[in-house]
């Protein structure tokens, strides 16, 4: 067993004993572990709740870095207007110049930890980091570890976790829902299912830190090779009174594997900053006919140059071309995607990569202020989760992995600064199940999770119409009433939990998407194909 395996079983693995935590943290990506750390390093302790195993979730597969001005040619202020572009118009300035300020710093507190990023093969001393540069960069700014950051990152801040006491690791444990004091209007804590035994338990907490990730697992097709993330946060903070922004802001990544024997698999954006080229079937490159910047345009105009030439062409996708760099250049830079090309029959230093957009990013989440704080007190949302007005309408690259980390610094200062104010742990009711039964229909769950994401795929993805969103709206509701008919009569599992949590955010996603009648960023819609002159954030209250 290795000191990984050891460390898991000696912090419990579905520990039914647990009924108090200091500070609980719900996710286990690169915001939550980050601030499971930075708390224990300042000597509190916290409980982190994860769904499946330690190290794992959308940062494990985080391909291309970390932005952050690190060069000595490159600005915050670029850093900053390069996000604002990008994100259409609808960027929070303010959390832009905040997000921005604290990049370079964030980097360096992983290298002091021990993440093993790239350094410049042609810098003598060693010490510089190689910089790479993806869409929508107007400078190299992009810290990475070969072309699998995200998993340097995670199994680093997962070591670190491991190691320290300070730090209860709670694996195999979803959350079912927060439970408030509404009078008080603050988080008491949460009810928790240990997945493998099928028990709930209540958790007290001082604090909460809601780090679940986004919702992409609400469409059919996704970048996430285990799965993607189904909102759970984001639908438990809406159910317990959190108002949610901007959810009408699906990212869909430009360049997704197409391989009928591959699952998910990205091809990073770090390749067309390299220098890959999107070609047709003929071989001729189209970007630079929908935006100056071409390849390097943000993924909003890219997803959409895609989507526009499968539709015109018939085709079921398009090509990405990095052949000219050479194999040794390709093998020292992007050895994950080339491994799994290879795997596939495909050797991308001899032919182009087949790619299609897919589900990504989910640019709107919980709404909170530069602090990472929630409308309820006690509760704070880090990382995908979050709407921060950092990405606005459209995430910029890289700048995903950095918001993480940024926000799981304010999150944990925060706690710091108000720690002895924090209220104590209290008894709170416990989870009843006497009125429910087992199920002998779960066919039910596997059958509404397949329609929700076929329908929003088809009528939520990257072009929009009036008549799709209300198509989407109504079966969004008939789904509605019947999963909270089977909630209610049903034990309830991880499955059901998911899809629970999916409903809900697919109804905001619509919701938000009709209310907004311009096109900005990722939502286009050839009903309103103007873009308004005052960018106005789309904010649903409970």
């Given at each position: 067993m290795n000191r990984r395996e050891t460390a898991?079983?000696?912090?419990?693995?579905?520990?039914?004993?647990?009924?108090?935590?200091?500070?609980?943290?719900?996710?286990?990506?690169?915001?939550?572990?980050s601030c499971a750390v930075r708390l224990a390093e300042a000597g509190h302790?916290?409980?982190?709740?994860?769904?499946t195993q330690l190290a794992s979730g959308s940062s494990l597969?985080?391909?291309?870095?970390?932005?952050?001005?690190?060069?000595?040619?490159?600005?915050?202020?670029?850093?900053?207007?390069?996000?604002?572009?990008?994100g259409a118009g609808l960027c929070d300035e303010?959390?832009?110049r905040y997000t921005v300020e604290h990049g370079a710093e964030v980097v360096h507190w992983l290298l002091d930890r021990g993440v093993a990023f790239t350094h410049d093969e042609n810098d003598p001393s060693g010490t510089r980091l190689h910089?790479?540069?993806?869409?929508?960069?107007?400078?190299?700014?992009?810290?990475?570890?070969?072309?699998?950051?995200?998993?340097?990152?995670?199994?680093?801040?997962?070591?670190?976790?491991?190691?320290?006491?300070?730090?209860?690791?709670?694996?195999?444990?979803?959350?079912?829902?927060?439970?408030?004091?509404?009078?008080?209007?603050?988080?008491?804590?949460?009810?928790?299912?240990?997945?493998?035994?099928?028990?709930?338990?209540?958790?007290?907490?001082?604090?909460?830190?809601?780090?679940?990730?986004?919702?992409?697992?609400?469409?059919?097709?996704?970048s996430n090779?285990?799965?993607?993330?189904?909102?759970?946060?984001?639908?438990?903070?809406?159910?317990?009174?959190?108002?949610?922004?901007?959810?009408?802001?699906?990212?869909?990544?430009?360049?997704?594997?197409?391989?009928?024997?591959?699952?998910s698999f990205l091809i990073s954006e770090a390749l067309r900053g390299e220098g890959a080229k999107l070609t047709l079937p003929d071989g001729s490159r189209f970007m630079d006919r929908f935006d100056p910047r071409a390849e390097l345009a943000p993924r909003d105009i890219v997803a959409r140059a895609i989507d526009h030439e499968m539709k015109r062409l018939g085709i079921r996708h398009v090509w990405l071309d990095i052949r000219h760099r050479g194999p040794e250049f390709i093998h020292a830079h992007f050895p994950s995607i080339q491994a799994h090309c290879l795997e596939l029959g495909?050797?991308?230093?001899?032919?182009?990569?087949?790619?299609?957009?897919?589900?990504?990013?989910?640019?709107?989440?919980?709404?909170?202020?530069?602090?990472?704080?929630?409308?309820?007190?006690?509760?704070?949302a880090i990382g995908e989760v979050a709407c921060t007005g950092l990405h606005g309408a459209n995430r910029m690259a890289s700048n995903s992995l950095l918001e993480c980390l940024v926000f799981a610094r304010a999150a944990t200062n925060d706690l710091l600064a108000h720690w002895d104010a924090l209220p104590t742990t209290r008894t709170l009711p416990e989870w009843d199940a006497s009125r429910v039964s087992d199920s002998d229909e779960d066919v039910v769950i596997s059958h509404n999770w397949l329609e929700l994401?076929?329908?929003?795929?088809?009528?939520?993805?990257?072009?929009?119409?009036?008549?799709?969103?209300?198509?989407?709206?109504?079966?969004?509701?008939?789904?509605?009433?019947?999963?909270?008919?089977?909630?209610?009569?049903?034990?309830?599992?991880?499955?059901?939990?998911?899809?629970?949590?999916?409903?809900?955010?697919?109804?905001?996603?619509?919701?938000?998407?009709?209310?907004?009648?311009?096109?900005?960023?990722l939502h286009y819609t050839l009903d309103y194909l103007q873009t308004d002159a005052v960018a106005t954030p789309t904010v649903l209250t409970p």
């Open positions: 898991r079983v000696h912090h419990s693995v579905g520990d039914t004993s647990l009924e108090t935590a200091e500070i609980l943290i719900i996710g286990s990506g690169a915001a939550g572990l302790a916290c409980t982190v709740v994860c769904k597969w985080a391909q291309g870095g970390i932005s952050a001005v690190l060069g000595p040619d490159d600005t915050q202020e670029a850093h900053v207007q390069d996000t604002l572009i990008a303010a959390a832009v910089l790479t540069r993806e869409g929508g960069h107007s400078h190299r700014r992009v810290a990475h570890a070969a072309d699998a950051t995200g998993r340097a990152v995670e199994t680093t801040l997962a070591d670190l976790a491991i190691a320290n006491p300070l730090i209860h690791v709670c694996e195999h444990t979803m959350a079912v829902d927060l439970i408030v004091d509404k009078a008080a209007q603050r988080v008491l804590g949460a009810y928790l299912l240990d997945v493998k035994t099928g028990t709930i338990r209540t958790v007290t907490a001082r604090a909460i830190v809601l780090a679940t990730g986004g919702a992409n697992q609400a469409y059919l097709y996704l090779p285990d799965g993607g993330s189904s909102g759970d946060g984001i639908a438990m903070a809406w159910r317990a009174g959190c108002r949610v922004s901007n959810m009408e802001f699906m990212q869909f990544h430009p360049t997704g594997l197409y391989h009928p024997g591959s699952g495909i050797d991308i230093t001899q032919q182009p990569i087949p790619v299609v957009p897919i589900a990504h990013f989910t640019c709107g989440g919980v709404t909170t202020d530069l602090d990472a704080r929630t409308d309820l007190a006690g509760l704070y994401r076929t329908f929003m795929w088809d009528y939520v993805g990257i072009v929009r119409t009036t008549k799709r969103l209300l198509r989407a709206q109504h079966r969004v509701h008939l789904l509605q009433r019947e999963i909270a008919e089977f909630y209610r009569n049903h034990h309830v599992t991880a499955d059901l939990l998911e899809l629970r949590n999916l409903v809900t955010v697919a109804d905001l996603i619509v919701r938000s998407a009709l209310g907004r009648h311009e096109s900005r960023g």
